[in-house]
């Protein structure tokens, strides 16, 4: 058997053909029809008013926070249970990150913590600039309620909707809810233009202002006219080639990992101590970008979530403890956090099955009698 990954690359074979195209018309740099083609795409699937393409997510994020106006000294509040590139563009604006902690079922940020959140930080002197909501592993966040709060507030909501391609909460697709929406094409989501990422909003002036700014803030001018202080956060038109391939099979991808999910769950529905991140409700629609379970110890026999990683590894599965939050990690130290310890739980009892949608149904089934084995305990001292 090969190594089972967590998530790869999946081509659809279209790819080559609008980058031989970029060959032929000798289009290779940054931006160019390519580009202009997959934000056309893009704008179709996600219906999004205007869409950006970037070099990266992170770049997106970055983008996202200098148009609604993040400056030095300016507090950020973000989702602690995230991957670090969230919050990491916070910090290029030299802001200061405000962690929230998770609700229990959608993992993503609590409303009621956001709220006594920002009135702390309102009381202590400041209103948060920006709220970054995370949908993560492409669970949407309870946006009925953060768009309520965010709103009373008036604070605008940046989606990180990197992982959350797809996805929609009551009927609307993930990052059109808030003021902006970011999303990734990087290696490891659902697809890929190998590194990448999207600005999408329902208000032009926001793309606009990220695409002049990841263009070096050149102005409309024959001579190289600056005013601002930009950046290179082009994507390259032979990436987004490889973009316009891949959203010809993006229904089918988003399908594939949904599949994926409701395999592991149904197959694994009698093993105690497991529980899967899952819809809560009809009105949450998840790509379900990776299948992430919990493993309790308690009810286990004491086998835990790393006890599993570790068998996998051993049987060439890829797997992978759930992000670790940021309120717990060195470089956020410093920074409030409004915590109650449900993060921390999640990322002590997480873990990510492989979810790739070119995983076979062989890959999926050993992936599910290895997990049976080591908890029946066959493998527990193997
Ligand atoms: C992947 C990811 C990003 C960053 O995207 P890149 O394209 O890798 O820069 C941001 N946020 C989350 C939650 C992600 O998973």
Known sequence: MKYIWLSTPHMSGQEMK????????????????????????????TGAGYVSC??????????????L??????????????????????????????????????????????????????????KPKAIIAV?????????????????????PVIEDAAEAIGSRFNGKVCGTIGEIGILSFNGNKIITTSGGGALISNKQKYCQKAK???TQAREDLPHYEHSEIGYNYRMSNICAG????????????????????FFYKEALKDLPGITFLEEPDERFFSNHWLTAILVDPGKTGGVTREHIRLEFE????????????MHLQPVFKECPAYVDGTSERLFNLGLCLPSSTCITDEERSFVEESLRKIITGQRRDA
């Open 242 to 261: 490889i973009g316009r391939g891949q959203m010809e099979v993006l229904n089918e991808r988003i399908q594939k990992r949904r599949e994926n999910f």
């Open 314 to 325: 051993k049987l060439k599965i890829e797997s992978r403890p759930v992000w670790k939050p």
């Open 54 to 67: 970037v070099s990266s997510g992170t770049a997106a994020i970055h983008l996202a926070l200098i148009a």
């Open 135 to 155: 949908h993560l592993y492409g669970m949407p966040a309870r946006m009925d309620e953060l768009m309520d709060i965010a709103n009373q507030f008036e604070i």
């Open 69 to 126: 106006g993040v400056e030095q000294g300016d507090e950020v509040i973000c989702s602690s249970f995230t991957f670090s590139a969230s919050a990491n563009p916070i910090v290029y604006q030299k802001a200061l990150p405000v962690f929230i902690d998770s609700e229990r079922d959608t993992w993503n940020l609590q409303p009621a913590t956001l709220e006594f959140a920002i009135k702390d930080r309102i009381k202590k002197g400041k």
């Open 18 to 45: 609008y980058i031989e195209e970029a060959f032929r018309k000798n289009h290779v740099f940054p931006n160019g029809t390519n580009v202009d083609g997959f934000e056309g795409d893009l704008k179709k699937f």
């Open 212 to 214: 002049y700014l990841g």
